[in-house]
């Protein structure tokens, strides 16, 4: 999602409007407030993997110059309609922890005066509010570490460099629920128990079907560690497969493949190192190869198929060789269909299996995608372009999502979690038609009595859905909750889980 840019350096840097909205901070801020500091502008929209990918570099800035003064401003201009509202913006930054103040970007105003193009852009402002480095992309740790090195070192000896850091504080963190930011779900092969990645508490639940906790794998700390379920830990895991007595894990944030012995009650990790990968031509072996931000997983034959969302493309790892390399896509990200190494996806983050068919949820281009894995080839069944989305019902052809992250296909239905339009969205392949199945709630004035819109909490970024005979189990992230739709009733509940 990032291209090298232009831009004039040395010049005076921006102020930010006077009216926007800032979030993780208790005061807004000025470039007169943070006189003598250097500043680190994030430009960032939420969705976008190579935003996601930039985070734990300004985690580090911050963590290694606490005590100088160095202050990093998340700019957050959005992509997406849903990426607009400040309630969203406010989930992910609890979502991926964000320590630093964000100002919320209205319309990409601040994005303009900047000159910027691309997500992420990090531009740095020197003590004295000049712009001095302007780059798009990732991987740009070492560089800023050099830039604000100077910088620091260079304003102490003119003396224009602020005595201590300006003191910013940070509201209080929510506290969490019995899950926190539930990502992807799984169901055991004979469907009496369902696992659920409870992704910012790091772990993986196994829960029995009335929600009873079974077992705790992780938790606690963020690490890549096998062991015991108590002594493993993850790092935000996402996708789940569970294949007989294991349960494989997209360890996502440690960029790992892990498995899950529900046997020997143990954890290990089948590929990734906790350093995020590049892009590979061919198969490797799974403890010498580093992946890049897998999202989610299924299973068919022997192989594990990997959405690996930070390198736009599909992977397989095979259980029984434990080689691992890229299956789909070809690593440039768009929408674009054809043979397997041709074809382009972007920012795959669902997958589902039925038969000789893998349904990829290709979120950043909003589409619903079809690998005939017989043929070897991609084709696309809903979705148009990298700017193409929105809240549409009708044919294939017309209809819209919005930044989907979840998929299920059972038969000629295809459901999909349609995160952004906070929505359950049905795809029949026999009627070639996208209907909603379950819509965001709409505000309500006047209740009437019985009236289910008054008395159901809607769905907010639902990441993932499974059928189960008559029911759809959702994972409703930003409610921190698992959602059941029967699909009879046309009722949506919530699973309560004791732990």
């Given at each position: 999602?990032?291209?090298?840019?232009?831009?004039t350096?040395?010049s005076?840097?921006?102020?930010?409007?006077?009216?926007?909205?800032?979030?993780?901070?208790?005061?807004?801020?000025?470039?007169?407030?943070?006189?003598g500091?250097?500043?680190?502008?994030?430009?960032?929209?939420?969705?976008c993997?190579?935003?996601?990918?930039?985070?734990?570099?300004?985690?580090?800035?911050?963590?290694?110059?606490?005590?100088?003064?160095?202050?990093?401003?998340?700019?957050?201009?959005?992509?997406?309609?849903?990426?607009?509202?400040?309630?969203?913006?406010?989930?992910?930054?609890?979502?991926?922890?964000?320590?630093?103040?964000?100002?919320?970007?209205?319309?990409?105003?601040?994005?303009?005066?900047y000159?910027?193009?691309?997500?992420?852009?990090i531009?740095?402002?020197?003590?004295k509010?000049?712009?001095?480095?302007?780059?798009?992309?990732?991987?740009?740790?070492e560089?800023?570490?050099?830039?604000?090195g100077?910088?620091?070192?260079?304003?102490?000896?003119?003396?224009?460099?602020?005595?201590?850091?300006?003191?910013?504080?940070?509201?209080?963190?929510?506290?969490?629920?019995?899950?926190?930011?539930?990502?992807?779900?799984?169901?055991?092969?004979?469907?009496?128990?369902?696992?659920?990645?409870?992704?910012?508490?790091?772990?993986?639940?196994?829960?029995?079907?009335?929600?009873?906790?079974?077992?705790?794998?992780?938790?606690?700390?963020?690490?890549l560690?096998?062991?015991?379920?108590?002594?493993?830990?993850?790092?935000?895991?996402?996708?789940?497969?569970?294949?007989?007595?294991?349960?494989?894990?997209?360890?996502?944030?440690?960029?790992?493949?892990?498995?899950?012995?529900?046997?020997?009650?143990?954890?290990?990790?089948?590929a990734?190192?906790?350093?995020?990968?590049?892009?590979?031509?061919?198969?490797?072996?799974?403890?010498?190869?580093?992946?890049?931000?897998?999202?989610?997983?299924?299973?068919?034959?022997?192989?594990?198929?990997?959405?690996?969302?930070?390198?736009?493309?599909?992977?397989?790892?095979h259980?029984?060789?434990?080689?691992?390399?890229?299956?789909?896509?070809?690593?440039?990200?768009?929408?674009?269909?054809?043979?397997?190494?041709?074809?382009?996806?972007?920012?795959?983050?669902?997958?589902?299996?039925?038969?000789?068919?893998?349904?990829?949820?290709?979120?950043?281009?909003?589409?619903?995608?079809l690998?005939?894995?017989?043929?070897?080839?991609?084709?696309?069944?809903?979705?148009?372009?990298?700017?193409?989305?929105?809240?549409?019902?009708?044919?294939?052809?017309?209809?819209?999502?919005?930044?989907?992250?979840?998929?299920h296909?059972?038969?000629?239905?295809?459901?999909?979690?349609?995160?952004?339009?906070?929505?359950?969205?049905?795809v029949?392949?026999?009627?070639?038609?996208?209907?909603?199945?379950?819509?965001?709630?709409?505000?309500?004035?006047?209740?009437?009595?019985?009236?289910?819109?008054?008395?159901?909490?809607?769905?907010?970024?639902?990441?993932?859905?499974?059928?189960?005979?008559?029911?759809?189990?959702?994972a409703?992230t930003?409610?921190?909750?698992?959602?059941?739709?029967?699909?009879?009733?046309?009722?949506?509940?919530?699973?309560?889980?004791?732990?």
């Amino acid at each position: 999602m990032f291209r090298r840019m232009p831009g004039t350096l040395n010049s005076k840097a921006k102020d930010f409007p006077k009216d926007f909205v800032w979030l993780n901070t208790d005061r807004p801020l000025s470039l007169d407030d943070l006189k003598g500091h250097v500043v680190v502008l994030d430009f960032w929209t939420y969705c976008c993997i190579n935003c996601m990918h930039t985070l734990p570099t300004l985690d580090w800035i911050e963590k290694k110059c606490h005590d100088q003064p160095v202050v990093v401003i998340g700019v957050h201009s959005a992509k997406f309609f849903n990426e607009q509202e400040v309630e969203n913006i406010q989930e992910a930054i609890g979502r991926y922890e964000i320590g630093h103040p964000v100002i919320a970007d209205r319309e990409m105003k601040i994005w303009r005066s900047y000159d910027v193009t691309a997500w992420p852009t990090i531009v740095v402002i020197d003590p004295k509010g000049n712009v001095v480095y302007r780059q798009a992309g990732e991987a740009q740790r070492e560089t800023l570490d050099d830039v604000i090195g100077v910088l620091l070192e260079r304003h102490k000896s003119l003396g224009t460099l602020a005595t201590a850091p300006i003191k910013i504080n940070k509201p209080a963190n929510k506290p969490t629920s019995a899950l926190s930011y539930p990502g992807k779900l799984a169901f055991s092969p004979d469907g009496s128990m369902i696992a659920v990645s409870d992704s910012n508490h790091n772990r993986v639940l196994v829960l029995d079907s009335d929600g009873k906790v079974l077992h705790k794998i992780g938790g606690g700390s963020k690490d890549l560690r096998d062991g015991s379920f108590e002594d493993a830990r993850f790092f935000r895991p996402q996708g789940l497969a569970w294949v007989g007595e294991k349960i494989y894990v997209a360890d996502t944030e440690n960029h790992a493949l892990r498995e899950i012995d529900l046997a020997t009650k143990t954890v290990k990790t089948l590929a990734g190192n906790g350093m995020q990968g590049h892009w590979i031509s061919g198969p490797q072996e799974g403890r010498a190869t580093q992946l890049s931000s897998p999202w989610d997983l299924a299973h068919s034959n022997g192989f594990i198929f990997i959405a690996m969302a930070g390198l736009h493309q599909v992977w397989a790892y095979h259980i029984q060789s434990e080689k691992i390399g890229p299956f789909a896509g070809s690593g440039h990200e768009n929408i674009v269909d054809g043979a397997l190494g041709d074809a382009q996806f972007a920012q795959p983050s669902g997958l589902s299996i039925y038969g000789n068919y893998l349904l990829v949820a290709d979120s950043e281009v909003s589409a619903v995608r079809l690998v005939d894995l017989s043929k070897k080839s991609v084709q696309t069944v809903v979705g148009a372009g990298l700017f193409e989305f929105g809240h549409v019902d009708g044919s294939l052809e017309e209809a819209r999502l919005q930044h989907p992250l979840g998929v299920h296909c059972e038969g000629n239905k295809i459901y999909v979690a349609d995160t952004y339009n906070h929505a359950i969205r049905l795809v029949d392949l026999v009627e070639q038609k996208v209907s909603t199945l379950v819509g965001k709630a709409e505000m309500k004035t006047l209740c009437n009595i019985n009236d289910p819109a008054c008395d159901t909490l809607g769905l907010f970024e639902p990441s993932d859905v499974k059928k189960k005979g008559n029911s759809l189990y959702i994972a409703d992230t930003n409610n921190h909750l698992i959602r059941v739709f029967d699909l009879e009733k046309m009722i949506l509940n919530t699973l309560t889980i004791k732990e």
